[in-house]
């Protein structure tokens, strides 16, 4: 079974900083993708970045860029340039082949706080 | 254009009853997929509709199941509530093509209380 670790439950930045969270998964299958979710407190779960498995390069969004280590089974997300909106719950999570009738496996999850 | 919607927002039930939940997905998705999420957990998936059928299936037991509409819509129900049935349950759609399902958006959720 598929699984994914989030062993950062808090982390905190101040504005205009960079900040980087942590991910880490386990699959025996060779052809997945990872993604990063954001819920703010609205509770509504929005994508921020999406990585393909058989993608060598890191996939960047704006402010938000990933570091895959496939091997290491390592995905962090780094926030750059932190905003107060940037405050939030933070979902690593996994799926076989981008949801091809597969479920989202995701992790315990990190708690983001933006200081002035 | 319309995103996931989910009603109702907050429902409170007793032990032993019997609920339903809602989802109508985005607009041209056609696949509804049911998580749960505790408090302070990530969402666990409950199952996955498709073409009006149950596709696949999380590790839930048989009082939660499921409905979906000839209009892509869905329903979750769960029987014989138990406290632990306490949570968030997001309803997430996307589109289908063949064995392929994309990116699944997320509806705003519904906050069930069982006392």
């Known amino acids: 079974a598929q699984t994914v670790t989030q062993s950062q439950p808090e982390m905190s930045v101040q504005e205009a900083e960079t900040v980087t969270l942590s991910c880490t998964y386990d699959t025996s299958e060779s052809d997945y993708y990872l993604f990063w979710y954001k819920q703010p407190p609205s509770r509504q779960m929005i994508l921020v970045i999406r990585?393909?498995?058989?993608?060598?390069q890191n996939a960047t969004e704006n402010r938000f860029s990933v570091n895959f280590q496939k091997a290491a089974k390592s995905f962090s997300l780094k926030i750059s340039d932190s905003q107060l909106g940037d405050a939030a719950m933070y979902f690593c999570a996994y799926s076989w082949r981008a949801g091809t009738a597969s479920k989202l496996t995701f992790g315990t999850g990190t708690r983001l706080q933006v200081t002035l | 254009d319309a995103g996931v919607t989910q009603s109702p927002t907050h429902l409170i039930k007793t032990r032993g009853q019997q609920v339903t939940l809602r989802c109508s997905p985005k607009?041209?998705?056609?696949?509804v997929s049911w998580y749960q999420q505790a408090l302070g957990q990530g969402p666990q998936f409950i199952f996955q509709?498709?073409?009006?059928?149950?596709?696949q299936r999380g590790n839930f037991p048989d009082r939660f199941s499921g409905h979906q509409f000839p209009n892509y819509s869905s329903e979750l129900n769960v029987n014989a509530l138990l406290l632990g049935d306490s949570a968030l349950y997001l309803c997430?759609?996307?589109?289908?093509?063949?064995?392929?399902?994309?990116?699944?958006?997320f509806g705003p959720g519904t906050r069930l209380t069982v006392t």
């Open positions: 997430a759609s996307s589109f289908s093509s063949g064995l392929s399902s994309y990116e699944q958006y």
């Open positions: 509709y498709y073409e009006e059928e149950e596709r």
């Open positions: 990585q393909e498995a058989y993608k060598q």
């Open positions: 607009s041209g998705h056609d696949t």
